[in-house]
């Protein structure tokens, strides 16, 4: 499945200071947290990401807090993946258990700028640019988190694995 | 064939099998869960699963801590909702505003014990490794699941040794070391890691001490840090029959990926920032700099022993004029020892103010938020740019000793120089 999709590039050590600000945590609102989604790095992200934009970033993405906060801005402002050369740990549980792909890349963020268009293929672990002069391996999710993902989170996988 | 880590010894128990990896992918069963305002988060998810029943309430722990009491009216409504929640679903260990920060009450009640998996919805869980428990940080989605199903997915960490040598000079404490570390690996040092410190110097080293080292092993990435319990975890239970033995500790032989060593003789006292945690440079180097705030708490230095110190520093002397030293024992139970003995006495009559048991002002919510242009000097562990308020401040981290003197500086002051002058 390939969709195409906007890049907004970050550095290393994005922390969930800068995906979201703690004094916006005691509203719990989706909407609410997507208004302010990255306004710790980036104040004009939550009013230009379009719907199906992907972010990609060096290493340590989503280091700090465990807030599933984070991811719940991320998700809800349209963005459809997260790439990085590496992820903190939380983080990167916290997007599988709500169904937004993070994907470790070693050379997204080397190849690739913000405002590019890109063609991304989840199945096939590939990104490139629109005239496909530039690419960026993936990485394949593992197996078992790759299931987690497929059902759209940990909520709707386990719900279906409770029921049988 | 290689022995086993602390981590594989822990998670295969913990998983039902007879031995497991690094490396491996286990479904494992927590001893213990404890979340704090974001339960609001867990139970919504939990709602979403339609199990109706929890796996078992006698192992979930509850505590406000976040923004208590209550910074504003939706956080009030939250509280609420959670104080119903545990009544529905009969959560006995329940800690309401005021009782103290998670970490330290999950310890402090000794409700963390070796060789323990405890698994917490806040990455700095971490700290109940001080008493060698192993204790990892979560989100609130996956403890949804937990409360459901009783179980995790949990990738079995590699181990990084750090021993610990020598003895800590004046002035210098375990909140320094582990600035050293984060200067000397960053904040990517220890990713994914479970640490596990080891070494001469750890005899030294209370129980309070070795939480500072386990909670500040998150801001280096790892997955869990932990001192193997010993002698001094056990005279702290007040027990002598408590798990010390083979089955809480690394084999001799274990496969350990990393090993670091630090003299404890040459860590001086340190700052951190801002805004970048490995950004640590000697206090003589960072000596002057001007500050508007010092605070001192959190699940990192708001312990007994921390409040001592500020006591010791401010003892006779005062918060320089136009600066406000904020201080917050981290439970209940330090805040009334601290009171005995004198330390409350002394901050609020040197010109501090105390607040109640919680995490404070650490993540910006309420309690002394930063203004534009403003600089705190803090005990807590992270100083990413906003984190306490406005964009525009400034956030240094360092030892509660190393704060207070800034206090009464009214800039970023070197704690030895102050009691130098002490006879």
Known sequence: ?164 | MAGRTFAEKILARASGVPSVRAGEVVEARPDLVFSHENTFLVNKSFSELGVGKLWDPDKIVIILDHRTPANNAQTAAVHSKIREIVKTYGIKRFYDSGEGICHQLIVEDRLASPGQLILGADSHTLTAGAIGAFATGIGATEMAGIWATGSIWLKVPETVQITLTGHLGKESYAKDVALHLLKKYGPSGADYKSVEFTGSALLELSISSRMVLCNMATEMGAKTAIVPADATTSSWFQETDLPTGDSVKSDHDAKIADKFQVVLDDVPPLVSGPHKIEDVRSVEEASGIHIDQAFVGTCTNGRLEDLMAVSRVLKGRKVAPGRRLIVAPASRRIMIDAIEMGAIRNIVASGGTVLPPGCGPCLGAHEGVLGPGEVCISSSNRNFRGRMGSQDSEIYLASPATVAASAVKGCIADPREMLSNDL
């Not at chain 1, 939550?46 to 991320?74: P, T, W, Y």
């Not at chain 1, 405002?115 to 199945?123: A, N």
Request: charged share 20%; with cysteine; aromatic share 8%.
């Open chain 1, 1 to 164: 499945m390939t969709s195409n999709a906007r890049v907004w590039l970050f550095g290393d050590d994005v922390n969930t200071d800068m995906i979201i600000p703690g004094r916006y945590l005691d509203n719990y609102d989706p909407d609410h947290l997507a208004s302010h989604a990255m306004e710790g790095v980036d104040p004009e992200f939550a009013s230009k990401v379009s719907r199906g934009d992907v972010i990609v970033a060096g290493v340590n993405f989503g280091c700090g807090s465990s807030r599933e906060q984070a991811v719940i801005a991320l998700k809800h402002a349209g963005v459809q993946a997260v790439i990085a050369v590496s992820f903190a740990r939380i983080f990167y549980r916290n997007s599988v258990n709500l169904g937004l792909p993070s994907i470790v890349s070693s050379d997204a963020s080397r190849v690739f700028h913000s405002g590019d268009s890109v063609r991304l293929d989840l199945l096939s672990n590939s990104m490139e640019s629109e005239d496909g002069s530039r690419k960026a391996a993936l990485e394949p999710v593992p197996e078992y988190l790759a299931k987690i993902l497929e059902s759209g989170g940990l909520i709707p996988y386990l719900r279906s694995r409770l029921k049988s």
